[in-house]
């Protein structure tokens, strides 16, 4: 007789999963806006030095990071939530904030995870189409806030579609939604965001609404996704008491504590990478825009393109593995006839607008 699961596990989606780890060295991988760079030095050596500890459980207060991150960004240490990823955080917002009857709302596409979250709760999802330029559309989202509104998520940039809304723009969202909603603003990105300015720009709107919560990860601009750290600064303690009250205790082993802590102290390299990823973003957007594609104004560390009309997406994915470039279709993302394409190393990027050109029967980039 087969198992018995939970109604819930019927409705959850399930997560499109990278494919192409096994594929060897000769492969371009631009499907998962992972770093192309690999961790500094001192962040290996300093989650080494760890391992021969780890007969304990790791430090479930996780002073260390709390701390440096509270220095860091001027936070007392308990308004940081910290993660397994961002995604932990994530998920554990929705088992502490979401139930049947309740509702979270959010653009669509947005991030692959975010349905998860009423499917796992029984909560209604209303999802908001983005608008034309494919961006938020924030006056759309506000006026689907409803008594039964519990979350709203906006993603800054957005992933798949790489676009981010100024800071003005979301001070006035915010101030339009209700003080018991809480907001997640998911910054994934927001490293690599120009329309953003800087990293500490956005805990101004942290000052003014407590329902606010900066959503953040060392899986991107420092190169730690394999270690899985995320971090969370609140407006309150509540949330990050609520997230830590419905999750185990050891969420976040003792390497990953490590490696996060030694990560921070190295700025200089993160603007570095930062430069090096925007340049490659240009290029690589010029690239496609000069094979007659609409590339959106990205301001996150990966691309996201449309294809010319009549052509077929599951083709050009394939015809982009066959030559090694490893992408995501628009149609796993929510919108079919796009493609997402991560900023690797300039070869690789130079390789993927080649593959793409050539597959668009065009010759090769000279140089
Ligand atoms: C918008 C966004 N939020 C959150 C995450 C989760 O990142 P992690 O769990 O690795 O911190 C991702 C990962 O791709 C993302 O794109």
């Known amino acids: ?144 806030i409803t008594v039964a509104t519990r979350l709203v998520m906006v993603c800054n940039p957005n992933n798949p579609t790489s676009t981010a809304l100024s800071l003005d723009e979301i001070d006035a969202f915010l101030r339009r939604v209700p003080g018991h909603v809480c907001v997640i603003l998911d910054e994934a990105y927001c490293e690599f965001a120009l329309t953003l300015g800087d990293t500490y720009a956005s805990l101004e709107l942290l000052r003014r609404h407590p329902n606010l919560v900066l959503l953040r990860t060392f899986s991107k601009v420092y190169g730690l996704a394999g270690m899985r750290v995320g971090y969370a600064l609140c407006g309150s303690e509540d949330f990050r008491v609520a997230v830590d009250q419905v999750r185990q205790p050891f969420f976040l082993n003792s390497a990953a504590q490590a490696a996060a802590v030694e990560a921070l102290r190295h700025q200089d390299e993160v603007e570095r990478r930062v430069t090096e990823t925007i340049a490659g973003r240009l290029e690589m957007a010029d690239g496609v825009r000069a094979l007659d594609m609409w590339v959106a104004e990205s301001d996150a560390n990966f691309i996201w393109l449309h294809l010319p009309d009549g052509v077929e997406e599951a083709a050009v994915i394939e015809g982009l593995k066959a030559r090694g470039v490893l992408v995501r279709a628009g149609a796993a993302l929510g919108r079919e006839g796009s493609m997402r394409v991560t900023v690797g190393t300039a070869p690789e990027n130079e390789r993927f607008v080649d593959a793409l050109g050539g597959l668009m029967g065009l010759p090769p980039m000279a140089g």
């Open 1 to 144: 007789m087969p198992l018995e699961f939970a109604a819930r596990t019927r409705r959850i989606p399930v997560y499109p999963l990278a494919a192409g780890y096994d594929l060897g060295a000769d492969v371009a991988m631009l499907a998962s806006n992972e770093s192309c760079f690999a961790p500094h030095p001192a962040v290996v050596e300093a989650a080494a030095r760890v391992l021969g500890g780890v007969n304990r459980y790791p430090d479930p207060s996780y002073a260390p990071l709390r701390r440096a991150l509270a220095d860091r960004y001027g936070i007392p240490p308990g308004r940081i939530a910290l993660g397994n990823g961002s995604c932990d955080i994530l998920l554990a917002a929705g088992e502490a904030l979401l139930e049947p009857g309740a509702e979270v709302v959010y653009a669509w596409p947005a991030f692959s995870v975010y349905p998860h979250l009423a499917a796992a709760s029984g909560a209604r999802a209303i999802e908001v189409p983005l608008d034309d330029e494919d961006r938020h559309d924030l006056d759309a989202i506000a006026t689907e």
